[in-house]
C-alpha cells in the first residue's frame, strides 16, 4: 500500500493557499508509489481523499488507478470542492461520517453511498484502511491509517510547522488535544496533513504542537486570574503577536480554550465574560 500526494490550490486560510489531496493504492512490496500504477495495465484499486478541487495533475494520477472509494477528512470548504466531480467521473463508493451524512452534503453537494464509524476498516488489495476517530479541529474530523501500523492521513490534525486553528464553534480544544495525544500514542511512521509537506518527525511534531496549545491555555488562564473578562481583553494578554489578519481566528481559538477551561472547572465562562473558578481554599 501507497500513499500518493498531490497539493491543489483553493481558498484557504491555511499558509500556502493550497490543500492536499491523497491517493492510497494497493501494491505490491516491489512497487514504487508513482510508477505501480503506470506498470499495472488493470490499474490499480484507490481510495481518493480530500479532493478540494480539480487540477491537471489530480487528473494524471488518478489516470493510472481505479478509484474505488472517496472520502473527506472533514468537511470544511478547502477538502471538499471536487468531491462532486470526482464522484461521478469515477463512480466511487463516496463515504460519509455515521450521523453526518446531511453535513456531508451540504458541503459536497452530493449524496453518500455508505457510511463510516471510527473503526470502520475499507479492504484495498490485500490490505485495508482504517477509520480513526479525530475530532478537535472539526466535529467530523477523522484520519486515515494506510495498512495496518502504516502512515497516517492525519487532514488538520497538525502540520509541519505552525499550529493547526481550533476555533469555537466549530472546533473543540478538548478532543483536538486528545486526538494529538492518541496520534502520539500510535507512532506512525509518517504523517500526511492536510496542508504542508509530509511530516516524517510525527512524535516531535505532535509534541510541539500539545506544547503549543498548552502555552496558549497557560496564557489564557494567567489572562483570566489577572482580572481579564471579556473576550477582547484576555485576546489581548494571551498573545504577543501582531493578529492582523488572523484576529478572527486567534479570537476563535481563545474561546475555544476558555470553553475547556470551563468544562474542566478552573474559569466560569458564560460567553461573553470569563472569571477564574474559585479554589478550594477560597470556598473555606
Known sequence: MYVSQRSVPVATRAPGGETNAYLVGATTESSSADEQGR?????????????????????????????????????????????ETYAAETDAT?????????????????DSDRTFTPGTTIPLGDERVRI?????????????????????????????????????PEGDMRAYVTT??????????????????????PRQTL?????????????????????????????????????????????ATVVAHLEKLAVEGRVEWDGERAIAAATDDEGD
Open 94 to 110: 463516496v463515504w460519509a461520517r455515521y450521523g453526518r451524512t446531511d453535513r456531508f452534503r451540504d458541503a459536497t453537494g452530493c
Open 39 to 83: 506498470r499495472d495495465s488493470d490499474r490499480n484499486s484507490a481510495i481518493l481523499v480530500d479532493p478540494a478541487a480539480r487540477t491537471d495533475d489530480l487528473d494524471r494520477l488518478l489516470e493510472d488507478h481505479s478509484i474505488e472509494h472517496l472520502l473527506v477528512t472533514h468537511t470544511h470548504p478547502d477538502h471538499v470542492g471536487a468531491v
Open 132 to 168: 480513526l476517530d479525530a475530532p478537535g479541529h472539526a466535529p467530523d474530523h477523522i484520519a486515515l491509517e494506510a495498512g495496518r501500523d502504516g502512515p497516517i492521513i492525519c487532514g488538520d490534525c497538525a502540520v509541519r510547522e505552525g499550529s493547526v486553528v481550533v476555533g469555537a
Open 207 to 251: 509534541e510541539r504542537l500539545l506544547s503549543h496549545r498548552a502555552e496558549r491555555e497557560r496564557r489564557v488562564l494567567e489572562a483570566v486570574t489577572s482580572g481579564a473578562q471579556s473576550l477582547e481583553e484576555i485576546l489581548e494578554s494571551a498573545y504577543e503577536k501582531d493578529l492582523s489578519g488572523v484576529r478572527d481566528l486567534a479570537r
Open 180 to 201: 494529538l495525544r492518541r496520534l502520539w500514542a500510535m507512532d506512525p511512521p509518517v504523517l500526511y496533513p492536510g496542508h504542508g509537506p509530509e511530516i516524517d518527525a
